[in-house]
């Protein structure tokens, strides 16, 4: 009987851990498939941003290699399906990283980390669309998984035939310097283009920070003064009050003038003078 008991006991404390260890795995999973939605981009992975996208965008529109052909707004929010995009096409270009392809040192194959290269599990870099001919020269197009870039761009080269890359064609996704460019750095006039372009973006709130309101509460605090200059007249008017009937006459002369009071000094000096002397009039 103690046996039978022993061993239904072991049974269910198995069955316990069981589904504990299934309940716990299960949420465990859960919770790092969304893990990547939890951290949120911080303003210097903006910033960060910012900058390569001011790189990559003055190369090619600064350098006078190339022209732009087209621009268009990518109309998806999906940062999913966006990014997705790029690491379809790495993949096929690690399918075919045995191919030529033109680069400016001549036609080659390139190694992987010459397309892309993956920084964290946020943040990679890598190039343009087209591969079939890249310019290794060019800054690569920096790509954080929790900011979604704004536009499709393409660039042709604009025209040398001693250049190996000639026929350089780039598209690629492009985040808009003025879309992502932290509000705090914008001047007066990128806010109001970045208003007029993307309306949508949220902006900070604009209300008046606190350090100008603590400044009005300084600025008041010295006009209280008054206020303390006329409360400490109130007992200066007492005092001069007091010495107009405080005085008396202290000396050798009977109770009944010593503690006689007068209006003022010269009251009790007129008194004192007119005191007959002691044995006159006796």
């Known amino acids: 009987m103690g046996t039978g008991t022993c061993t239904v006991s072991l049974a269910a404390v198995f069955i316990f851990l069981f589904v504990v260890q299934v309940a716990y795995g299960q949420g465990s999973k859960e ?45 998806s929010d999906d940062l999913d399906k966006i990014h997705a995009g790029n690491d379809k096409k790495y993949e096929e270009v690690l399918r075919t990283i045995n191919n030529e392809r033109y680069t400016p040192q001549g036609k080659r194959k390139i190694r992987p980390e010459e397309y892309r290269v ?40 604009s025209g040398n035939p001693l250049n190996p890359i000639n026929d350089d064609d780039v598209d690629f996704k492009m985040y808009d310097p003025i879309a992502v460019k932290p509000y705090s750095m914008l001047t007066p006039d990128e806010k109001a283009a970045r208003a007029a372009k993307y309306p949508a973006i949220v902006q900070p709130d604009t209300k008046p920070a606190p350090a100008p309101m603590e400044k009005v509460v300084k600025d008041k605090a010295p006009q209280k003064a008054p206020e303390k200059v006329v409360t400490s007249k109130a007992p200066q008017q ?15 002369v009977p109770d009944s003038v010593r503690f006689k009071r007068f209006k003022s000094k010269k009251e009790a000096e007129e008194y004192i003078k007119n005191l007959p002397v ?4 006796e």
């Open 118 to 157: 993956n920084i964290d599990r946020y943040k990679y870099k890598q190039r343009e669309l087209s591969d079939y001919v890249l310019n290794t020269d060019a800054p690569m197009q920096l790509f954080d998984r929790r900011i979604a870039p704004q536009l499709l761009v393409d660039y042709t080269m």
């Open 238 to 252: 007492t005092n001069e009050k007091a010495a107009e009937t405080d005085f008396i006459i202290a000396g050798p």
């Open 278 to 281: 002691k044995g006159e009039g």
């Open 31 to 75: 919770k790092n498939k969304n893990d990547i939605n939890i951290a949120q981009a911080t303003l210097q992975d903006s910033l960060a941003i910012y900058n390569n996208a001011k790189s990559v965008q003055d190369f090619y529109e600064k350098s006078g290699q190339y022209i732009k052909t087209s621009e268009s707004r990518i109309k």
